[in-house]
């Protein structure tokens, strides 16, 4: 399955921070099929004084989406994320990855809605900062969105 995934980091050396996160995924995950320059963004949904690179990347995986949630949340805690974002309220991140939406083999979106997991992303459309590196590797995805 192809899944994308939106990486995001606005502490320490970020493009490295990003950097690392991509060849840990390639470790652990799957074959990284794509990926986006990186984009200096605001902070989005609260207030720091540290702006954000962001970046989307493609990475095939036989992993199911909930394994793939818990090998994405692994990487995250051992390049020193201590705590995802929870109800609305966001923070300063070491490096933030989340899952954006998963295309099957037969080329339709995969749909997933459970309490820890929404595919697609529900917020992903709202967000510039996912949605300017995500055309840029899968231009298709946006038009599927609507």
């Known amino acids: 399955m ?7 980091t606005n502490l320490g050396d970020k493009e490295q921070n990003l950097r690392h996160a991509v060849r840990k ?6 074959k990284v099929v794509s990926l986006s320059a990186f984009y200096a963004t605001a902070p989005w949904g609260f207030t720091s004084e540290n702006g954000f690179l962001n970046a989307a990347l493609g990475v095939e995986t036989s992993l199911t989406p909930h394994e793939l949630l818990r090998a994405t949340q692994a990487i995250e805690r051992e390049m020193g ?12 991140r070491l490096i933030d ?3 954006l939406l ?3 083999e037969d080329g339709a979106l995969l749909s997933v809605d459970t309490p820890e997991l929404k595919l697609p992303h529900p917020l992903m459309t709202e ?12 231009p298709e995805v946006e ?3 609507r």
């Open 127 to 138: 967000r510039d900062f996912v949605m300017r590196p995500l055309r840029e590797i899968a």
């Open 2 to 8: 192809l899944f994308y995934l939106g990486l995001g």
């Open 25 to 30: 995924i390639e470790e652990r995950i799957g």
């Open 81 to 92: 994320r201590t705590h995802k974002s929870v109800g609305g309220v966001y923070a300063d």
């Open 97 to 99: 990855i989340d899952l």
């Open 102 to 104: 998963a295309i099957q």
């Open 143 to 145: 038009e599927r969105l």
